[in-house]
C-alpha cells in the first residue's frame, strides 16, 4: 500500500440542480438542494482512499457543524485527519455549485482554508517526507503551495501540482513539481500567449493537461500522445477531476508508466461522473480494475 499526503482545501458543497442556468437580473425555480462533502484536497484524499492509498490529509475546517461533517466523513472514508486543524475564526469553506445543460458552474468561498498555511504543513513534515507521493491544489494560499514544492523537492517525494482554481503559478513550482496537471482553461493561464504543444514538449513526462470527454494529453519525450477518455453518461461532474488526480497519483506511485496511469485515472474519472456529489461516484479499486 503506498502513502499519500493530500494538502489542500476541505469544503461543503450546496448543491443546486436546475433545467438551465439563470441569466443576469432572471429568477428560476431549481430542482433539488443537497449539501455534500467537497473541496478539491478533500476529494482527492476520499477518491485515493477508496483506490487502496493510506492517505493523511493536511488541511483546516470551521469550528462548525460543516467542519465536523467533513472531519466525519473522512473517517468513515479511511483518511487519517490526524493534520485536519478545526478554527474557530473562520467558517468552514464552501462551494456553491449549480448543475444545469450536462455540467457545473461553480463559486468558492475559501473559508478555514485561508489557513492551510506553511505553518500547519510543517506540522506534518514527518508524514510529508515517508510518503510516496504528495497531492496539492491551490484553493490554499499561494506561499502554501511554494513552500509544499520546496520541502518534496528538497526531500525527493515526487509532488504533483493539479493548478486549480486558476492562477499564475511561478517559474521555479512548474521546474520542481514532478507532475502537473491543468485542465485546457488552466494551462491557458500557466502558459499565458503559448501554444500548449510547445508547452507540452517543454516538460515531457510533467504536464498532463486534462480535455474532459476527449482525454488527457501529454508529451513522452518523442511524441504527443492524447489517451482517450471512456465514455459514460454523466450524471454530475463535479468532482471528476479530483477522482482523475487521484487516480494517477495512486497509479503512478505504484510504479505504472504515465501511459497507464492516465488511463487508469480516466477510468476512474469516467465512473466518478456517474453518480451524484462530487464523492458521491468515486469508485473503489475493484470497480476501476473491473471496468479497465
Request: negative net charge; aromatic residues 6%.
Amino acid at each position: 500500500m503506498i502513502k499519500m499526503t493530500i494538502i489542500g482545501s476541505s469544503s461543503m458543497d450546496l448543491v443546486v440542480t436546475a433545467s438551465k442556468r439563470p441569466n443576469k437580473g432572471e429568477t428560476i425555480l431549481g430542482e433539488s438542494f443537497k449539501t455534500v462533502p467537497g473541496g478539491k484536497g478533500a476529494n482527492q484524499a476520499v477518491a485515493a482512499a477508496r483506490l487502496g492509498a493510506e492517505v493523511y490529509m493536511v488541511g483546516c475546517v470551521g469550528d462548525d457543524e460543516f467542519g465536523e461533517q467533513i472531519v466525519n466523513n473522512f473517517t468513515s472514508n479511511g483518511v487519517f485527519t490526524t493534520y485536519v486543524k478545526p478554527v474557530t475564526h473562520s467558517g468552514t469553506g464552501t462551494a456553491h455549485i449549480t448543475l444545469a445543460d450536462g455540467d457545473n458552474s461553480i463559486i468558492v468561498v475559501k473559508g478555514a482554508n485561508n489557513y492551510v498555511t506553511p505553518d500547519l504543513v510543517e506540522k506534518a513534515l514527518g508524514v510529508i517526507r515517508e510518503s510516496d507521493i504528495v497531492l496539492i491544489q491551490q484553493e490554499i494560499p499561494e506561499e502554501t503551495v511554494e513552500y509544499v514544492t520546496e520541502i518534496c523537492f528538497a526531500n525527493d517525494v515526487p509532488l504533483l501540482l493539479n493548478p486549480a482554481p486558476a492562477r499564475p503559478i511561478s517559474k521555479t513550482v512548474i521546474e520542481k513539481a514532478t507532475y502537473i496537471t491543468p485542465n485546457e482553461g488552466e494551462a491557458s493561464v500557466l502558459f499565458e500567449n503559448k501554444d500548449i504543444h510547445e508547452a507540452l514538449k517543454w516538460f515531457p513526462n510533467k504536464l498532463l493537461v486534462t480535455e474532459g470527454k476527449n482525454g488527457v494529453r501529454y508529451y513522452d519525450g518523442e511524441n504527443e500522445i492524447l489517451v482517450p477518455a471512456y465514455p459514460v453518461d454523466a450524471v454530475d461532474t463535479t468532482g471528476a477531476g479530483d477522482t482523475f488526480n487521484a487516480a494517477f497519483a495512486v497509479a503512478v506511485a505504484e510504479g505504472k508508466s504515465i501511459e497507464d496511469s492516465i488511463r487508469f485515472a480516466n477510468r476512474a474519472a469516467s465512473l466518478s461522473v456517474t453518480k451524484f456529489g462530487a464523492q458521491g461516484g468515486m469508485p473503489t479499486r475493484e470497480e476501476v480494475e473491473g471496468n479497465l
